[in-house]
């Protein structure tokens, strides 16, 4: 389609272009893999441009996995004739005669060919001109029979295609090569291919030019790897030691913890059968899985050693409690496997970034729900043995069966007063769940944990008129600044662009020291260096920290970004002002900027067109003479074998800074007679539009920003939506986020949705189960305290509530409901075949659960420590989902213990009621 359309506008494009139009695609806003430098004190810097561009580019370029390789900071080699008008107008010539000349005396066309009897030759000319020596002694005309050549009217000099082009690497003047990769290669693959040949092709490089690397990416990336790999071997250790600490025996400890590995194992083979990359997302799933893969084998162990002490054989024991047990893991197991079933069906951003969370979580649940009910027995019944009771009363055993049995007696005593005092309990359910929709209400929100990820972006804008040697001069000076900050290892900047950036902007690659050697975040380093540069005058710096996930395609100042389209520009032109003073109010919102180029100066030519007309000058001619004179025009080209570069047509350089040279440019009228353009117009000054936006074919001006560290994104689009509304913008416009900002508004609405089918998904799956609608029900109810403590736990600890947050909250009700289907299962039993009341049975079920329980979710919490502590590369994605799952677990422990059988109770009476309407029972409390 884009094809389509080119071709269709072909005919209204000039027909001197030096090339057609073409197009990729792109996303500016994707951040290089690698940045490369390359640097010389003796090569000239066009001859540094060509070697990158002749040999580094197209050697990256053929790596498996590159996308593209951009370079900035240079130009390509070009011959740039330089000629004087007034000295043209005084031998009879003007500067398209000039043109003219060069498009005629460069030609490489085709010649043809003699084919003999024997013998063929191709035919070939000396009609190119390879370097500016060969142009000066051109003919360009004649004046009284004397010949005219180039060097009486001017000079040809060896340079650049465009002259408006430079970059630096830590102040050095450099040639900066950015490559990036395809959206699905493997990064640190495509790397480290990479950086296989770049000695190669140092070697191939001439001595006094030195290749470096500026930023690697994957450096970050390798290390939030190595840190997560290292969560994951501190949570087994904890859920070992909380095994041992509760088992009291190495065979039991042993049986359980085996399914740990067993488990991230066959997790493995899936992974690799899926084509699933080890990534921090992947890693993370694992990692949180440590916790809850061990509580099948805990639930099963617990049971069959319960058998054990009670007189059982190993082999009885192990028959009798995996029996009884097997219906409860089969639960546990599917009903979180369902949680993640809204997720793995979920469509957009949030769908297709943590499908591989989803995925790898359940298949390590469905791996230890196998492992539970078929390895674990088996071990049971050869490794554990039929003892005593007077054995194990060693010291560490006293002092550990003390503690639970004290727990058990402060715990049975409280569940006494609570069964008695029932509606309390009930009241403090609702309760619960009216605390945690405020908390969701209040509580800061965001999109995605900000990242250090050890880059930051910047991007210079000076004043709409300010020159190119002034806007460098302005970019050093920044840079300067940059380096100086104690954070900073290295820094690339660039002006101009490929992609046709304006004079006045620039960028800034901002590579800082590694974690273990700065004791800052990038957020705070941005700060830093912010109100440095607050002080410099005459430009503006705005700074973000580079994040892995970026959304939307524009390349802007901001890390979000908000839109106004409106039919008629002058309405933007009228509250755009207004709407910006209203934002700059608040300190929240930092780097606040458009993208709206009002005031750039325009030297106006206004043709007198009778004048002009009784001269025989057509308005064509005067724009072409401009164009040559002052458009950096591309003339004619020069083929090499390795390459092609252009012949470049301007005016001598003092020409180019003084506006009032337009009037000694002179164009060719009748009989030859050359015209000072200032005979048939004038000049004026005016002030014109630099860009003019759109959005969706519309006028559009775009409001991007930062974020002031501890403002959340939900505090900064309320603020933003608050200011639209004060300033009473027009039906005629229409304002919307973009980009991420976009996103998150999306996602708080989805968010809430996702919850809820996830609650709908368990239900169905716990009905099928139970064949029930009420017990389900009961076994859902543990789910608010889940949210209040997670919430509750991320205020708390200053973390906002963003994706991944959400993602905990949703992982939390599959692990915490495990605790009520525990005790529901047991009631359910103990009413079936010991025929007592529902209110003993549940009482009973508590009592006997209450140690797998305590077990499987203390398991679960210390397996998330590592993520919640937030140490190390990447920690600030994971944090969130420690904090909202320990959180959820210990408030949810505390409350469900008590509330479970109370809803139990109240939901049996529901379903009771037509059948036997009796007042709920009181347990017969020993």
Request: glycine share 6%; proline share 5%.
């Amino acid at each position: 389609d884009v094809q389509a359309a080119i071709n269709a506008a072909s005919n209204q494009l000039p027909a001197d272009l030096p090339s057609p139009p073409t197009y990729r695609k792109a996303n500016p806003n994707d951040r290089p893999i690698l940045i490369l430098a390359l640097t010389s004190d003796a090569v000239p810097l066009s001859e540094v441009y060509n070697q990158a561009n002749e040999l580094i580019v197209p050697a990256i370029s053929q790596v498996s996995g590159v996308s593209e390789v951009d370079i900035g900071g240079g130009a390509k080699t070009a011959v740039r004739v330089q000629v004087d008008p007034a000295a043209l107008a005084a031998m009879g010539l003007s500067i398209d005669n000039v043109r003219a000349v060069l498009q005629g005396e460069n030609k490489d066309e085709p010649k043809g060919e003699i084919d003999g009897n024997r013998i063929s030759f191709t035919i070939n000319t000396n009609d190119q001109l390879f370097s500016a020596d060969q142009y000066k002694n051109l003919i360009i005309g004649e004046k009284n029979g004397v010949p005219i050549p180039l060097s009486a009217v001017g000079r040809a000099i060896d340079s650049t295609q465009d002259t408006l082009q430079a970059g630096w690497f830590n102040s050095k003047r450099a040639v900066v090569i950015l490559v990036r990769k395809q959206a699905d290669a493997n990064v640190i693959e495509t790397v480290d291919h990479i950086k296989s040949i770049l000695p190669q092709l140092q070697r191939w490089l001439p001595p006094a030019i030195h290749l470096q690397i500026q930023s690697d990416r994957t450096l970050t990336i390798r290390a939030s790897i190595a840190d997560v790999q290292a969560c994951l071997a501190i949570s087994v250790a904890l859920v070992v030691l909380v095994c041992f600490l509760f088992l009291r025996r190495v065979s039991t400890t042993f049986i359980a913890c085996i399914t740990v590995p067993l488990a991230l194992a066959g997790t493995f083979a899936m992974m690799y059968l899926l084509k699933f990359s080890l990534d921090n997302i992947s890693l993370m799933a694992l990692t949180i899985s440590v916790g809850f893969v061990v509580d099948d084998a805990i639930v099963v162990i617990e049971n069959i050693v319960r058998h054990l002490e009670q007189g059982l054989t190993p082999f009885e024991a192990t028959l009798r409690g995996s029996r009884q047990i097997g219906f409860t893991v089969i639960s546990i197991s599917l009903s979180l496997v369902a949680v993640f079933i809204p997720l793995l069906l979920m469509g957009g951003l949030i769908g297709r970034l943590f499908h591989e969370f989803a995925v790898t979580l359940s298949m390590a649940i469905l791996v230890s729900a196998v492992v539970s009910l078929t390895l674990t027995p088996m071990l049971c019944s050869r490794l554990l043995q039929e003892e005593k009771r007077e054995q194990h009363r060693g010291w560490f055993y006293r002092a550990t069966e003390k503690a639970f049995s004290g727990m058990l007696a402060i715990y049975s005593g409280s569940l006494r007063w609570v069964l008695r005092h029932s509606f309390l309990m009930l009241l403090a359910t609702g309760g619960t769940i009216c605390l945690t929709v405020w908390l969701y209400t209040i509580i800061p929100k965001g999109f995605f944990p900000q990242q250090d990820t050890g880059l930051i972006i910047g991007i210079t804008e000076a004043a709409q008129d300010i020159s190119f040697d002034a806007m460098s001069a302005k970019q050093k000076q920044v840079a300067k600044v940059v380096e100086s900050d104690p954070a900073v290892a290295s820094v690339t900047s660039v002006l101009g662009s490929n992609g046709g950036a304006s004079i006045n902007t620039g960028r800034m690659f901002i590579v800082l020291k590694p974690r273990s050697e700065r004791n800052v975040t990038a957020t705070r380093v941005v700060a830093r260096i912010r109100s440095k540069t607050a002080r410099l005058v005459g430009i503006g710096v705005y700074l973000q920290a580079a994040q892995d996930i970026t959304v939307g395609g524009r390349a802007t100042m901001g890390q979000y970004i908000y839109s106004l389209v409106s039919l008629s520009q002058e309405d933007l032109d009228k509250y755009v002002p207004k709407l910006m003073a209203a934002l700059k109010k608040s300190p929240k919102l930092k780097d606040l900027t458009t993208d709206e180029e009002q005031n750039g100066l325009q030297s106006n030519v206004v043709v007198d067109r009778a004048k002009a007309a009784q001269l025989g000058i057509q308005p064509q001619q005067v724009d072409s003479a401009l164009y040559s004179a002052f458009g950096q025009r591309e003339v004619s080209v020069v083929y090499t074998q390795r390459d092609q570069f252009y012949v470049v047509l301007e005016a001598s350089p003092e020409y180019l800074a003084d506006p009032t040279a337009l009037n000694k440019i002179y164009i060719s009228g009748t009989n030859g007679l050359e015209v000072p353009l200032s005979t048939i117009a004038h000049v004026e000054s005016t002030n014109t539009p630099t860009a003019i936006n759109h959005q969706g074919e519309f006028p559009a001006v775009t409001f991007s920003f930062n974020l002031d560290p501890g403002t959340s994104l939900s505090q900064a689009t309320q603020i933003i939506e608050n200011a639209a509304q004060s300033v009473q913008l027009p039906d005629t416009i229409q304002g919307s986020f973009q980009g991420t900002a976009q996103v998150f508004q999306q996602s708080l609405s989805s968010e809430p949705l996702l919850i809820l089918m996830a609650i709908i998904a368990v239900y169905i799956v716990l009905g099928i189960l139970y064949e029930s609608y009420i017990h389900p029900i009961t076994i859902l109810s543990t789910l608010p305290s889940a949210g209040l403590g997670a919430l509750l736990a991320l205020l708390i600890c200053h973390v906002e509530l963003s994706i991944v947050s959400i993602i905990g909250i949703i992982l939390l009700i599959g692990i915490v409901k495990k605790n009520a289907i525990m005790m529901v299962d047991f009631a359910l039993e103990a009413e079936r075949e010991q025929n007592l009341s529902p209110a003993d049975a549940i009482y009973q079920a508590c009592i006997v659960r209450f140690r797998p329980i305590v077990m499987t979710t203390m398991a679960a919490l210390f397996g998330a420590i590592p993520l919640a502590m937030g140490m190390g590369e990447g920690s600030e994605v994971r944090q969130p989902l420690g904090v909202a799952i320990i959180g959820g677990l210990i408030v949810s422990q505390l409350l469900t213990l008590f509330t479970t059988p109370i809803i139990y109770l109240y939901m049996d009476r529901l379903r009771t009621r037509r059948l036997e309407p009796e007042p709920m029972a009181e347990p017969h409390l020993v």
